[in-house]
Protein backbone atom coordinates (compact mmCIF):
# COMPACT_ATOMS: atom_id res chain seq x y z
CA UNK A 1 0.00 0.00 0.00
CA UNK A 2 1.57 3.52 -0.95
CA UNK A 3 1.82 5.89 1.22
CA UNK A 4 0.54 9.50 0.82
CA UNK A 5 2.46 11.25 3.61
CA UNK A 6 4.87 13.90 1.82
CA UNK A 7 4.01 13.74 -1.49
CA UNK A 8 2.27 17.09 -3.41
CA UNK A 9 -0.96 17.09 -4.06
CA UNK A 10 -2.83 19.20 -6.19
CA UNK A 11 -7.02 19.86 -4.65
CA UNK A 12 -9.56 21.36 -6.87
CA UNK A 13 -12.62 22.38 -4.89
CA UNK A 14 -10.49 23.14 -1.90
CA UNK A 15 -12.44 26.36 -0.09
CA UNK A 16 -14.85 24.43 1.45
CA UNK A 17 -16.36 21.00 1.85
CA UNK A 18 -14.39 17.81 0.80
CA UNK A 19 -11.38 19.77 -0.48
CA UNK A 20 -11.12 21.72 2.71
CA UNK A 21 -11.07 18.45 4.87
CA UNK A 22 -8.99 16.86 2.49
CA UNK A 23 -6.54 19.79 2.73
CA UNK A 24 -6.52 20.01 6.68
CA UNK A 25 -6.17 15.98 6.64
CA UNK A 26 -3.50 16.14 4.07
CA UNK A 27 -1.15 18.54 5.52
CA UNK A 28 -1.04 16.73 8.98
CA UNK A 29 0.64 13.98 6.83
CA UNK A 30 2.97 16.64 6.03
CA UNK A 31 2.01 17.18 2.18
CA UNK A 32 3.07 19.69 -0.32
CA UNK A 33 -0.32 20.83 -0.89
CA UNK A 34 -1.45 23.17 -3.59
CA UNK A 35 -5.14 24.19 -3.17
CA UNK A 36 -7.34 25.70 -6.21
CA UNK A 37 -10.73 26.98 -6.40
CA UNK A 38 -12.45 30.27 -7.56
CA UNK A 39 -12.44 32.00 -4.03
CA UNK A 40 -9.02 33.20 -3.61
CA UNK A 41 -10.10 34.36 0.01
CA UNK A 42 -11.45 31.14 1.30
CA UNK A 43 -8.23 29.70 -0.33
CA UNK A 44 -6.56 31.72 1.80
CA UNK A 45 -8.31 30.56 5.00
CA UNK A 46 -7.95 27.38 4.50
CA UNK A 47 -4.47 27.86 4.26
CA UNK A 48 -4.22 29.52 7.56
CA UNK A 49 -5.86 26.45 9.46
CA UNK A 50 -3.59 24.27 7.88
CA UNK A 51 -0.89 22.62 10.23
CA UNK A 52 2.05 23.55 8.18
CA UNK A 53 0.75 26.79 6.25
CA UNK A 54 4.17 27.27 4.67
CA UNK A 55 3.57 23.77 2.75
CA UNK A 56 0.27 25.33 1.16
CA UNK A 57 0.49 26.94 -2.33
CA UNK A 58 -2.41 28.90 -3.61
CA UNK A 59 -3.98 28.85 -6.73
CA UNK A 60 -7.27 30.15 -7.84
CA UNK A 61 -8.92 28.36 -10.72
CA UNK A 62 -11.79 28.99 -12.53
CA UNK A 63 -13.39 25.12 -13.77
CA UNK A 64 -14.64 26.59 -16.89
CA UNK A 65 -11.59 28.72 -17.59
CA UNK A 66 -10.26 25.60 -19.96
CA UNK A 67 -7.89 28.23 -21.93
CA UNK A 68 -5.96 29.13 -18.77
CA UNK A 69 -4.89 25.66 -17.43
CA UNK A 70 -1.63 25.20 -19.25
CA UNK A 71 -0.61 28.46 -17.56
CA UNK A 72 -2.27 27.40 -14.61
CA UNK A 73 -0.59 23.74 -14.48
CA UNK A 74 3.18 25.62 -15.00
CA UNK A 75 2.55 27.29 -12.48
CA UNK A 76 1.09 24.92 -9.99
CA UNK A 77 4.38 22.62 -11.04
CA UNK A 78 6.55 25.13 -9.86
CA UNK A 79 5.52 25.74 -6.58
CA UNK A 80 7.10 22.41 -5.28
CA UNK A 81 9.03 21.50 -8.25
CA UNK A 82 6.51 18.07 -9.22
CA UNK A 83 3.08 17.21 -8.48
CA UNK A 84 2.70 13.75 -7.34
CA UNK A 85 -1.14 13.79 -7.18
CA UNK A 86 -4.19 15.45 -8.74
CA UNK A 87 -7.21 15.55 -6.87
CA UNK A 88 -10.17 16.87 -9.02
CA UNK A 89 -12.78 16.93 -6.68
CA UNK A 90 -14.41 20.89 -7.61
CA UNK A 91 -17.95 20.46 -8.97
CA UNK A 92 -21.72 21.61 -8.52
CA UNK A 93 -24.78 19.60 -8.39
CA UNK A 94 -28.33 20.26 -9.39
CA UNK A 95 -31.74 19.90 -7.60
CA UNK A 96 -34.46 20.30 -10.71
CA UNK A 97 -36.98 18.26 -13.19
CA UNK A 98 -35.89 17.69 -16.70
CA UNK A 99 -39.09 18.87 -18.03
CA UNK A 100 -38.01 22.56 -16.07
CA UNK A 101 -34.89 22.87 -17.02
CA UNK A 102 -33.50 25.07 -18.29
CA UNK A 103 -30.58 23.31 -21.61
CA UNK A 104 -28.06 26.37 -19.87
CA UNK A 105 -28.09 24.35 -16.79
CA UNK A 106 -26.97 21.15 -18.41
CA UNK A 107 -24.40 22.95 -20.55
CA UNK A 108 -23.23 24.37 -17.20
CA UNK A 109 -23.11 21.21 -15.45
CA UNK A 110 -21.37 19.28 -18.51
CA UNK A 111 -18.73 22.39 -19.02
CA UNK A 112 -17.54 22.20 -14.75
CA UNK A 113 -18.21 18.82 -13.47
CA UNK A 114 -16.78 16.58 -16.97
CA UNK A 115 -15.42 18.99 -19.21
CA UNK A 116 -13.34 21.07 -16.80
CA UNK A 117 -12.07 18.24 -14.70
CA UNK A 118 -10.96 16.77 -18.32
CA UNK A 119 -9.16 19.28 -19.07
CA UNK A 120 -7.22 19.96 -16.06
CA UNK A 121 -6.25 16.60 -16.03
CA UNK A 122 -4.97 16.55 -19.84
CA UNK A 123 -2.87 19.70 -19.15
CA UNK A 124 -1.09 18.12 -15.98
CA UNK A 125 -0.78 14.47 -18.16
CA UNK A 126 1.93 14.89 -19.54
CA UNK A 127 4.26 16.30 -16.62
CA UNK A 128 2.93 12.39 -14.59
CA UNK A 129 4.23 10.80 -18.24
CA UNK A 130 7.41 12.53 -17.60
CA UNK A 131 7.90 11.81 -14.33
CA UNK A 132 6.53 8.07 -15.09
CA UNK A 133 4.60 8.35 -11.91
CA UNK A 134 1.37 10.22 -11.34
CA UNK A 135 -2.18 9.63 -9.66
CA UNK A 136 -5.53 10.98 -10.75
CA UNK A 137 -8.14 10.98 -7.90
CA UNK A 138 -11.82 12.03 -9.32
CA UNK A 139 -14.66 12.71 -7.00
CA UNK A 140 -17.28 11.46 -9.11
CA UNK A 141 -20.49 10.25 -7.28
CA UNK A 142 -23.19 7.18 -6.37
CA UNK A 143 -24.62 9.26 -9.16
CA UNK A 144 -22.00 8.28 -11.57
CA UNK A 145 -23.27 4.56 -10.73
CA UNK A 146 -26.93 5.29 -11.42
CA UNK A 147 -29.59 7.93 -11.48
CA UNK A 148 -32.17 9.62 -9.28
CA UNK A 149 -34.44 12.35 -9.81
CA UNK A 150 -33.65 16.11 -10.28
CA UNK A 151 -30.20 15.35 -10.61
CA UNK A 152 -30.48 14.04 -14.25
CA UNK A 153 -27.71 16.92 -15.77
CA UNK A 154 -25.50 15.95 -12.37
CA UNK A 155 -25.63 12.34 -13.37
CA UNK A 156 -24.97 12.65 -16.99
CA UNK A 157 -21.52 14.50 -16.33
CA UNK A 158 -20.92 11.82 -13.56
CA UNK A 159 -21.29 9.01 -15.86
CA UNK A 160 -19.22 10.45 -18.43
CA UNK A 161 -16.30 10.95 -16.11
CA UNK A 162 -16.11 7.30 -15.19
CA UNK A 163 -16.40 6.96 -19.54
CA UNK A 164 -13.36 8.97 -19.35
CA UNK A 165 -10.81 7.77 -16.09
CA UNK A 166 -11.59 4.14 -16.93
CA UNK A 167 -10.09 4.74 -20.70
CA UNK A 168 -7.01 7.16 -19.03
CA UNK A 169 -6.44 4.21 -16.50
CA UNK A 170 -6.02 1.96 -19.54
CA UNK A 171 -3.53 3.87 -21.60
CA UNK A 172 -1.55 4.95 -19.37
CA UNK A 173 -0.77 2.21 -16.95
CA UNK A 174 2.58 1.67 -19.23
CA UNK A 175 3.77 5.19 -17.94
CA UNK A 176 2.55 4.37 -13.98
CA UNK A 177 -0.03 6.64 -13.80
CA UNK A 178 -2.68 5.63 -11.32
CA UNK A 179 -6.30 6.29 -11.51
CA UNK A 180 -9.24 6.43 -8.46
CA UNK A 181 -12.68 7.61 -8.74
CA UNK A 182 -14.06 7.95 -5.64
CA UNK A 183 -18.00 7.91 -5.45
CA UNK A 184 -19.80 9.59 -2.56
CA UNK A 185 -22.95 9.25 -1.27
CA UNK A 186 -24.59 12.06 1.34
CA UNK A 187 -21.73 13.71 2.96
CA UNK A 188 -21.88 17.04 4.78
CA UNK A 189 -21.35 19.51 2.41
CA UNK A 190 -22.98 22.60 0.81
CA UNK A 191 -22.85 20.47 -2.76
CA UNK A 192 -26.98 20.67 -1.85
CA UNK A 193 -27.04 24.68 -0.84
CA UNK A 194 -24.91 25.38 -4.44
CA UNK A 195 -26.69 23.60 -6.27
CA UNK A 196 -28.58 24.58 -9.55
CA UNK A 197 -32.02 24.67 -10.01
CA UNK A 198 -33.91 24.84 -13.10
CA UNK A 199 -33.46 28.37 -14.31
CA UNK A 200 -29.93 28.26 -13.59
CA UNK A 201 -29.89 30.27 -9.89
CA UNK A 202 -28.21 28.74 -6.98
CA UNK A 203 -30.99 26.47 -4.64
CA UNK A 204 -29.17 27.96 -1.70
CA UNK A 205 -30.89 25.55 1.05
CA UNK A 206 -30.01 22.16 2.25
CA UNK A 207 -31.29 18.79 2.18
CA UNK A 208 -32.05 16.24 4.80
CA UNK A 209 -30.39 13.67 3.31
CA UNK A 210 -27.19 15.86 2.85
CA UNK A 211 -27.38 17.04 6.19
CA UNK A 212 -27.63 13.66 7.81
CA UNK A 213 -24.75 12.21 5.61
CA UNK A 214 -21.27 11.20 6.44
CA UNK A 215 -19.43 14.02 8.65
CA UNK A 216 -16.85 15.38 6.22
CA UNK A 217 -14.06 14.99 8.15
CA UNK A 218 -14.84 10.77 8.36
CA UNK A 219 -15.14 11.06 4.69
CA UNK A 220 -12.10 12.60 4.07
CA UNK A 221 -10.46 10.03 5.86
CA UNK A 222 -11.45 7.22 4.00
CA UNK A 223 -11.13 8.87 0.92
CA UNK A 224 -7.13 8.75 1.55
CA UNK A 225 -7.09 5.32 2.88
CA UNK A 226 -8.78 4.22 -0.48
CA UNK A 227 -6.10 6.47 -2.20
CA UNK A 228 -3.55 5.10 -0.52
CA UNK A 229 -4.32 1.37 -1.23
CA UNK A 230 -5.14 2.66 -5.43
CA UNK A 231 -8.21 1.65 -5.66
CA UNK A 232 -9.51 1.67 -8.88
CA UNK A 233 -13.41 2.88 -7.24
CA UNK A 234 -14.46 3.44 -3.79
CA UNK A 235 -18.21 3.94 -3.04
CA UNK A 236 -18.05 5.86 0.36
CA UNK A 237 -21.63 6.31 1.66
CA UNK A 238 -24.06 5.31 4.18
CA UNK A 239 -27.40 2.88 3.58
CA UNK A 240 -27.72 4.62 -0.01
CA UNK A 241 -24.29 2.29 -0.86
CA UNK A 242 -26.76 -0.56 -1.69
CA UNK A 243 -27.81 1.29 -4.58
CA UNK A 244 -24.56 -0.30 -6.84
CA UNK A 245 -25.44 -3.34 -6.16
CA UNK A 246 -29.04 -2.94 -6.94
CA UNK A 247 -28.01 -1.37 -10.24
CA UNK A 248 -25.74 -4.13 -11.18
CA UNK A 249 -27.91 -7.08 -10.07
CA UNK A 250 -32.35 -5.52 -9.78
CA UNK A 251 -32.13 -2.72 -11.39
CA UNK A 252 -36.14 -2.72 -11.91
CA UNK A 253 -35.81 -2.89 -8.05
CA UNK A 254 -33.57 0.31 -8.23
CA UNK A 255 -35.77 1.95 -9.91
CA UNK A 256 -38.89 1.31 -7.36
CA UNK A 257 -36.34 2.00 -4.36
CA UNK A 258 -35.41 5.26 -5.47
CA UNK A 259 -38.96 6.51 -6.38
CA UNK A 260 -39.99 5.43 -3.15
CA UNK A 261 -37.15 6.75 -0.86
CA UNK A 262 -38.37 10.57 -2.62
CA UNK A 263 -35.11 11.89 -1.96
CA UNK A 264 -34.17 15.54 -3.35
Given at each position: ?194 ALTADGSIQDKDDVATKNGIPVSLFAKKMVKA ?35 RVR
Open positions: MAQIENKTVWITGASSGIGEALAYLLGQKNCNLILSSRKESSLQAVKEKCKYPDKVFILPLELGAYDSFEQKTKVAVSAFGSIDLLINNAGISQRSLIINTDFSVYRKLIDIDYLGTVALTKALLPHFIDRKNGHFVTVSSLMGKFGSPYRSGYCGAKHALHGFFDVLRMEHAKDGILVTIICPGFVQTNVAKNIEKEKYEAYIAGRELIGIYLKRFFPRLLHKVVLRS
